[in-house]
């Protein structure tokens, strides 16, 4: 008799995370971890992400012994400066205003914790956007329009962000949503959960 797949978390509080993780349609359940996020003196934006990432499954992963705990955490880097979320108006329209007209990086760091075994996976996915230069009267539009406060650079691929971009680049699309699909699959396939037999 083949034993049941392991309980499936997502450790995380985003309901964009949440939004992407149903798109494979495994079963799961979200598990809010509570870490602190704060940037260590002289890290990398990648160093960063892939910590947080790992803290939080491992921290949900303490609660959950036999399961596979996703951690992912996301940041936006232009021209060695971090970009984390606004929170509000007046930050966002201040990231835009510093982002327009460059390229900006959207790091994603994600991890796959086995809980039983031990194992865990991680990676690091980075997907470039080149914005367009806009006026201050566009961004503080968008911003109105968008609200986008609780997302890295205050920039929300999904919905009327597309009209902020020149052009983007990457593997995983997914990823700039902040939740790299294509590669937590291969994660998941190695632990035995092929998402198209399930």
Same mark, same amino acid.
């Given at each position: 008799?083949?034993?049941?797949?392991?309980?499936?978390?997502?450790?995380? !509080?985003?309901?964009?995370?949440? *939004?992407?993780?149903?798109?494979?349609?495994?079963?799961?359940?979200?598990?809010?971890?509570?870490? =602190?996020?704060?940037?260590?003196?002289?890290?990398?934006?990648? =160093?960063?992400?892939?910590?947080?990432?790992? +803290?939080?499954?491992?921290?949900?992963?303490?609660?959950?012994?036999? +399961? %596979?705990?996703? /951690? !992912?955490?996301?940041?936006? +880097?232009?021209?060695?400066?971090?970009?984390?979320?606004?929170?509000?108006?007046?930050?966002?329209?201040?990231?835009?205003?510093?982002?327009?007209?460059?390229?900006?990086?959207? %790091?994603?760091?994600?991890?796959?914790?086995?809980?039983?075994?031990?194992?865990?996976?991680?990676?690091?996915? #980075?997907?470039?956007?080149?914005?367009?230069?806009?006026?201050?009267?566009?961004?503080?539009?968008?911003? *109105?329009?968008?609200?986008?406060?609780? #997302?890295?650079?205050?920039?929300?691929?999904?919905?009327?962000?597309?009209?902020?971009? *020149?052009? !983007?680049?990457?593997?995983?699309?997914?990823? %700039?949503?902040?939740?790299?699909?294509?590669?937590?699959?291969?994660?998941? =396939?190695?632990? /035995?959960? =092929?998402?198209?037999?399930?």
């Amino acid at each position: 008799m083949t034993p049941p797949p392991p309980t499936l978390i997502l450790a995380s !509080s985003s309901p964009y995370r949440r *939004e992407l993780l149903q798109r494979l349609g495994l079963p799961f359940s979200v598990d809010s971890p509570e870490i =602190d996020e704060g940037r260590l003196r002289d890290e990398s934006p990648g =160093d960063l992400v892939t910590r947080l990432a790992i +803290a939080k499954a491992a921290a949900v992963g303490a609660r959950w012994p036999a +399961a %596979l705990v996703i /951690g !992912s955490d996301q940041v936006a +880097a232009v021209e060695g400066t971090f970009l984390g979320k606004p929170g509000t108006a007046a930050k966002a329209v201040e990231q835009l205003q510093q982002t327009s007209g460059k390229r900006v990086d959207f %790091l994603t760091g994600i991890c796959l914790l086995n809980t039983a075994s031990g194992r865990l996976q991680t990676a690091l996915v #980075c997907y470039s956007v080149f914005f367009r230069r806009l006026t201050n009267a566009q961004i503080r539009r968008y911003v *109105e329009r968008e609200r986008p406060l609780d #997302c890295s650079g205050a920039f929300k691929s999904e919905g009327l962000g597309a009209a902020l971009v *020149e052009r !983007s680049a990457g593997d995983d699309p997914s990823a %700039l949503i902040g939740l790299p699909l294509c590669r937590l699959v291969q994660m998941l =396939d190695n632990e /035995g959960i =092929d998402v198209l037999s399930v």
